[in-house]
């Protein structure tokens, strides 16, 4: 490893932070407006994620099935469940129609369960694919599992421990939520070698910024040493792979292998049309090239994600080599 | 419009699913929960399409899409699963499936992929 290498809790907060990112992303199309992103804090090694656990708390769970191992565990107040159940349109039951439990009608109805777990599959697939990026390798999700737990013994037994755990706190209608990661030893590894990869120069800086000590179990946690750093934080100095493409076209295979030097491809695009500037493999933006004083070929941005950037002249330029400066 | 088997092992989903097509006037004849009870089911019920999820327990989706396109090359498949597991759609593609509608989606946009595949 390099002098500049990164350390597992860094490693660890930016598993975090990126899965924190995609979940929230999720969230927002099931609750608009309605989904607040906390803080990502890395637990003290060996210590329970499942303080503080609520009686009653739903929790789905969602494992890595291939390429790395952990667990991913999705925690809800029921009140919570219930309204994020709501809004993917399933109805509370109603006592004395069958669909609710008539000693405890407020239960979760099988419905409502199994929307919680289709949220939570959504959500861990997305997150799945922000840690592929990161690793540069495809990760697979389980199907979830959906429990009620009562304490947090019963979350330990069902769980399991493991040497490194993330706890990152989301807010649903106003519920708080929380998402505990299950990360083996072998998985921190990979992730600080992967971003190492990712030529990240300056390491986040979470040391001695604590997290709060009026744990309620959801919104805030008691653990006194547990860092973290805000999403922002964390994510920002990360180096992304930005490129442009001119156009596209398609061939059969035996035609492409038999273009001569020199032969003429007609893209589908005309020669004054917006060009698109990727970013990690995602389409970010549309502009025109232009050239700068030294040269280079550069971008001028007028749409980013479907809006209209508010610069000074209502566009930004970015300078492209091939690909940009911190790409590979 | 067509008879439709509906494969997801969320019970929501497979309303939701269920719910979109039967607006575009499609009859669910089936559903199922893994990629084995599909395959036995298309066996069974011989859909003019089937809908699939790919993460699934006991069988996955793009197993049973293998198995489905062995029993009948000329089924019609729509794959049907979360956001990020785009690079499935290549693998889907190849083993025959007519489209894939990523989750959460518009029930529209399932309309559109099972009329493309029945075209």
């Known amino acids: 490893m390099s002098q500049n290498a990164v350390t597992p809790r860094e490693a660890l907060t930016r598993l975090g932070a990126s899965t924190a990112e995609a979940i929230a992303q999720v969230l927002e199309m099931f609750v608009p407006g309605e989904v607040q992103r906390g803080e990502v804090s890395v637990l003290p090694d060996g210590t329970t994620p499942f303080t503080n656990l609520p009686f009653g708390a739903v929790a789905t769970s969602v494992s890595y099935v291939d390429g790395v191992t952990g667990a991913n565990i999705f925690l809800m107040t029921p009140v919570g469940a219930r309204a994020l159940a709501s809004a993917m349109g399933v109805a509370p039951p109603v006592p004395g129609d069958g669909t609710a439990s008539e000693a405890a009608p407020q239960e979760l109805s099988e419905l409502e369960l199994s929307a919680i777990g289709e949220a939570a599959n959504q959500m861990m697939a997305a997150a799945a694919n922000a840690t592929s990026v990161v690793l540069g390798q495809e990760v697979e999700i389980s199907p979830p599992e959906t429990r009620i737990l009562d304490d947090p013994d019963s979350a330990v037994e069902i769980y399991g421990r493991a040497p490194h755990s993330t706890s990152t706190t989301f807010v649903i209608s106003g519920e708080a939520c929380r998402l505990i990661q299950l990360v083996p030893s072998a998985f921190v590894v990979r992730m600080a070698r992967a971003i190492d990869e990712l030529s990240m120069e300056q390491p986040a800086s979470g040391e001695g910024n604590q997290a709060g000590s009026a744990g309620d179990g959801w919104g805030k946690r008691n653990d006194h040493d547990a860092g973290s750093i805000s999403l922002h934080e964390a994510l920002s100095d990360i180096n992304l792979r930005v490129w442009a493409e001119l156009g596209r076209t398609r061939m059969p295979l035996g035609q492409a292998l038999e273009l001569p030097l020199g032969a003429v491809v007609d893209l589908d695009r005309a020669s004054d049309a917006a060009v698109d500037l990727f970013v990690n493999g995602l389409r970010f933006g549309q502009g025109h090239l232009l050239v700068t004083d030294d040269g280079e070929w550069a971008i001028c941005l007028e749409t980013v994600a479907g809006t209209v950037p508010t610069t000074p002249h209502g566009v930004r330029a970015l300078a492209l080599e091939n690909q940009m400066k911190g790409s590979d | ?119």
């Open chain 2, 1 to 119: 419009m067509a008879r439709v088997l509906v494969v997801d092992d969320a019970a929501f989903m497979r309303k939701v699913l269920g719910d979109a097509l039967a607006s575009g006037g499609h009859q669910v004849v089936g559903e199922a929960g893994n990629g084995a009870e599909a395959v036995a089911s298309y066996q069974q019920l011989r859909p003019e399409l089937t809908t699939l999820d790919i993460t699934m327990p006991e069988k996955d989706g793009l197993t049973a899409l293998a198995e489905i396109m062995a029993i009948d090359p000329a089924a019609r498949v729509v794959m049907c699963s979360a956001l990020g597991q785009e690079s499935k759609v290549l693998e889907s593609i190849k083993l025959g499936a007519k489209d894939f509608v990523v989750k959460p989606f518009q029930p529209a946009r399932v309309l559109e992929a099972v009329s493309k595949a029945l075209a």
